[in-house]
């Protein structure tokens, strides 16, 4: 083929190359670092809310980095997690779904494996000699932390309440999300985690402080935070502008109205830590309002004014303080804690001069459609307020609207301000399946944060592709301890599912997620049967079987050889789930066919019923071993011919017969050799006794002489017994084999 042919094959070839790839995968979704999960667990997904997982479910990454678990291959079950998070496995112990690394007290970062179970070992999780120190900070990713601690969480300054190994997600907000024992909060404030006196974990600075020695978390593992360093020219020119912009404000209206020190927009853009710009909304320091000394109106309110948010408020009346005799109430927020449904906010006053009067009107504000969704009053001693009639996972913030009087003759005047924004929390369900009978599941049901304003809650419990029901639950459940709940009436061998339903005193409904499908168990079940021959030719017959229905009264065995027949045997040791017998049968080799007989007693009726279950596979059963009884070498006396003539005559009339003619012409004195062998392991101890029984019927055998013997270096073992002629033709013989324990091995015949 010529240069120029090869080339526009190849050339050819490619596009089509290049389609099949695509094609193929379309058909094929590309996996890596997949892994078998051990156990149960949970972990956060992508929108930090809770996902439960099963063992044997699959976590692994797609092409494109997406941290993924499913539950099997043949369904759409994917649910995407945090691409670099925590996997709470049961027992306490831990996986992380890539390499992370670990802070120690001294500052020493090391790597953790991922896909990795890191155990608990006391104060501290191990994998290998990889391992997380008590009070170590693992770095997940940017503003994400796990503290193994136990530790005391501020915020504001105020003691909040005890964490352990509390997992942080920092936003870029300001708000803290807390995972810790399946639970979740959220704040929005400064906060601090206190291990000790001399360990404290700042998280909203992202510094961890032991002694006197301070750690910057962040610049571990590399960082996207854009934390604000103002150089000191910068600072002053910057707060001279924002000075100049206000005074400039003020002078304006001055000149409209008349009089001095009214507020008005500073325009000063508050930056958070990272650096971004929060444009949060509205607000005023401001007044001209109506006057309270005689009645009358005096300069009408000026419309409030756009300003940045709650921390340029703060700077300007800073800033109109200075210049005044005494001051307007500053109002600080602490911190504000957001529930499910409702939100805590912390707050209090700076008042030298009693300027404030009236009460604190506290709205909370749903962004999305700018409704006020619920006021609260707070009196000038109170501290803390909480705003309920709130929506999972919604967007808000706080509105404060205060009064002062200066003393002017400006009258009462008012302040407005509001909070940063702020979202509630997601609730998830987590289901956790005690035991399973046939026709009852106990489960124990928990939320994984508390939601306050709860009228009723409800589970409903639907048979997959079928009818469903609900149950009450009760006040465990509702203050976020869990409820173990009692399901019955169920049927069996049938998957069911959970979902909780929460009815809110504001008549709004919450359907949480739904459980993973939990089987009942069939109400008799056989899990496993098989037969086989052991290494000591004892028949064994294991099985698993189970039954909420009836009771096993008596396990049975039925033997068949290869012409149908019934083959006895007898039992050498018999418990649940297992019989060891050996058969009582003349051939050294056949196949046989087993059937478990199972006899048992209905619970409920107490009638009697048997259940059959046949092997599917024939034991093929050698005992390996051999009883023979022949003449005596030279006994056969010396006759005359008409005797020895009538001997082969006899022996022609009994043509057939199996009798040889050395034994037609022993003499009555004859004796015989009575021979046993087998073959086994070589060195063992047997003990073998040899039984017989009146020739023709059906007695029981008895035994008239034991030996021991061991087998030789071959592994043969062997022995043979000498009888007479009459012991011979007067007994039927056999040999039973025990080993050293006297457990019976088998029967041998002749």
Do not use: C
């Amino acid at each position: 083929m010529k240069p120029t042919w090869k080339i526009g094959v190849i050339v050819a070839a490619v596009p089509l190359i290049i389609i099949s790839v695509i094609l193929w995968g379309s058909f094929k979704e590309a996996r890596y670092d997949l892994v078998s999960l051990p156990s149960n667990g949970v972990v956060l997904n992508d929108e930090q809310e809770t996902l439960q997982f099963q063992k044997g479910h699959t976590l692994y990454r797609s092409w494109n980095e997406d941290q993924l678990i499913a539950k099997n291959d043949e369904d759409d079950t994917r649910s995407k997690i945090m691409q670099s998070t925590i996997l709470y496995l049961d027992k306490d112990a831990l996986m992380f779904t890539k390499s992370v690394p670990v802070i120690d007290i001294n500052g020493v970062s090391t790597k953790l494996k991922g896909r990795q179970v890191y155990e608990s070992k006391g104060a501290s999780y191990q994998y290998k000699d990889s391992e997380i120190t008590e009070k170590s900070v693992v770095k997940l990713a940017n503003r994400q932390y796990f503290l193994n601690a136990e530790a005391t969480l501020y915020l504001g300054g105020k003691e909040i309440k005890k964490v352990s190994k509390p997992l942080l997600l920092i936003d870029k907000t300001g708000s803290v999300t807390i995972y810790e024992n399946k639970k979740k909060s959220r704040y929005l404030g400064h906060m601090t985690l206190k291990v000790n006196d001399e360990t404290v974990l700042d998280a909203s600075n992202e510094t961890y402080t032991i002694g006197e020695r301070k750690i910057d978390l962040a610049s571990f593992g590399g960082t996207d935070n854009e934390k604000i360093v103002v150089k000191k020219d910068e600072k002053e020119a910057n707060d001279k502008a924002a000075s100049d912009k206000a005074a400039a404000k003020d002078n304006q209206s001055s000149d409209e109205t008349g009089t001095k020190n009214e507020s008005a927009n500073s325009g000063l853009n508050a930056t958070k830590k990272y650096g971004n710009e929060i444009k949060a909304g509205s607000g005023s320091a401001d007044t001209g309002t109506n006057g309270s000394g005689n009645g009358t109106s005096g300069n009408a309110q000026k419309d409030l004014e756009e300003i940045d948010n709650y921390g340029a408020v703060l700077k300007k009346i800073e800033d109109l303080n200075k210049k005044l005799e005494r001051n307007i109430p500053v109002l600080r927020i602490g911190y504000i804690a957001p529930g499910v449904t409702s939100a805590k906010v912390n707050y209090k006053y700076s008042d030298p001069n009693n300027t404030l009067i009236g009460v604190t009107k506290i709205s909370a504000v749903d962004e999305k459609t700018g409704k006020t969704i619920n006021t609260h009053y707070g009196s000038a001693v109170d501290t803390e307020a909480t705003l309920t009639g709130l929506s999972p996972n919604g967007k808000y913030h706080l509105e404060f609207t205060y009064q002062y009087d200066l003393g002017t003759d400006k009258g009462i005047q008012e302040v407005k301000m509001k909070s940063d924004s702020f979202t509630t929390q997601s609730v998830s369900a987590i289901y956790q399946m005690q035991s399973v009978t046939s026709t009852s599941i106990k489960v124990n049901i928990a939320l994984d944060a508390q939601i306050e304003g709860i009228k009723r809650a409800r589970i409903k419990v639907k048979k997959v592709n079928g009818d469903s029901f609900y149950m009450n639950v009760g006040t465990n459940f509702i203050n976020g301890n869990g409820e173990l709940l009692n399901v019955t009436g169920l049927d069996p061998g049938t998957a069911y599912q959970f979902q909780t339903i929460i009815e809110m005193k504001n008549g709004e409904t919450i359907e949480l997620n739904s459980s993973e499908k939990y089987y009942t168990m069939q109400s008799t079940v056989l899990r496993s049967l098989r037969a086989n021959l052991s290494v000591n030719k004892v028949v064994q017959v294991e099985y698993d079987w189970a039954s909420t229905d009836y009771t096993l009264n008596q396990a049975t065995v039925e033997l068949k050889d290869e012409e149908n027949s019934e083959v006895d045997y007898k039992i050498v040791n018999q418990e649940k789930g297992n019989i060891r017998l050996v058969p009582i049968t003349d051939e050294e080799t056949v196949d046989l066919e087993a059937k478990l007989v199972l006899k048992t007693t209905n619970n409920d009726t107490k009638e009697s019923k048997t259940f059959e279950y046949p092997i599917e596979q024939d034991v093929q059963y050698d005992k390996d071993a051999k009883l023979t009884i022949s003449l005596t070498p030279f006994q056969t006396e010396e006759n005359n011919t008409k005797q020895t003539e009538e001997a082969e005559q006899e022996a022609t009339r009994n043509a057939g017969l199996t009798t040889k003619i050395e034994e037609v012409l022993a003499p009555q004195n004859a004796t015989y050799d009575m021979k046993f062998s087998m073959q086994r392991k070589a060195g063992e101890t047997y003990r073998i006794a040899f039984e017989r029984r009146p020739v023709g019927t059906s007695d029981s055998w008895t035994s008239f002489s034991s030996k021991e013997l061991v087998a030789d270096e071959t592994g043969l073992v062997s022995y043979m017994e000498i009888i007479s002629r009459i012991a011979k033709e007067t007994f039927d013989y056999r040999i039973a084999v025990y080993d050293t324990k006297g457990a019976l091995q088998l029967y041998v015949y002749q």
